[in-house]
C-alpha cells in the first residue's frame, strides 16, 4: 500500500470569512483520527525508516493564524507530528501577497464592488470562458473576479485595486498581519513541540523560469528568516502555487538548487498518493479530497 502525503491550509471555522473555503478544526481532528486506522502519522524525518504500515504526513502551507491557534492545538492534544511552512514576506517586509488580499477581499466587500473596480480599469473580453477555471465558484462575478485578480491581472494591477479595499477594511496592517500570519514566536514554539518547519516562499510568486532568480528571490529570504527564529537551516520546501504553470519546468531546473542547498526534499501539489521509496519531490492529496482518494 502506498504512503500518502495530505496538504491542508486554512484550519478554521469561516466566521464571515466568505473569500475562503477553510477546514473546520472539528474536521480536521476527524480526519486525523481516521488517518490514523490505515497510516502511521509520521514527521519528515521518519519518512525514510521501514515501517509495517504505510505513512501518512499532514502538511500545511501559507503559514496562517489559525494554523497555530486550531490545528496545532488538536495535533498537540493527539501526540501527532506534522509540516508546516512560513511565507517570509508578511513577516519580514509587511508584504501581503496578492492571493491573500483576495481572500480579505472577498470576504468583507460585495463582488460587485470589485468586479466595477476591475472593469472600470482593465478589458474584460473573453471572461465567461476563461474564469472557466473557477468553475468550483457558483458566483458568476466572483468567478470572474477570481479570475481577474489571481491570473489575468498582473501583481502590480492586481494589488492596486485590492490594496484600496484592503487599506479600508484594515487600516492597520502591522496589526493585520499579527492576527492573520504566524508570529515568530509561534513558529518558535511549534518547533520546540516537535513541528517541522519548512519553507513556503517569500513573497508567494509562481516560478518565473529562471531557477538562480528564483532561488534568491522567493527561497533563500524565508530560509535564512527561519535560520535567523530556528537557529538552524529548514530542509523542507513547498513552492507557492505548487510552482504554478511551469510547475514541471521547475522541478527540473530547481531541484539541483535545491539540493545543493541542503534541501531533503519539497512538496508539490500533484494530486497522487506517495510511493514505497519516495523521490525529491512528494505529491499531496488535498485535505478536501480524502474521501476520493481511496
Ligand atoms: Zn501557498
Redesign the pocket.
Known sequence: MNNLAVMYHYIREREGWKGIFPLSPRDFAHQIDTLSKTYDIISLDQMDKPRSRPWCILTF??GTKDQYINAFDILKRKGVPAYFTV?SGPLVSGIIPVFHLVHTALSFVSDEEIWERIRSKHDTTGIEEASATYSYEQDRLRRYNKYMLNIKLTTEEATEILGAVFDTLFPDKAKFIDDFYLTEREIKHMHREGMTIGV??HE?LPYCGDPRQFYDKEIKPCREYLKGALGSYSEWYTP??GGGVHFEAMREQLTPILIANGFKGAFSTVPKEVPQEREFWIDRIDCANLGHSR
Request: net charge negative.
Open positions: 502551507d501559507d511565507m513556503h516562499c508567494h507557492a502555487f
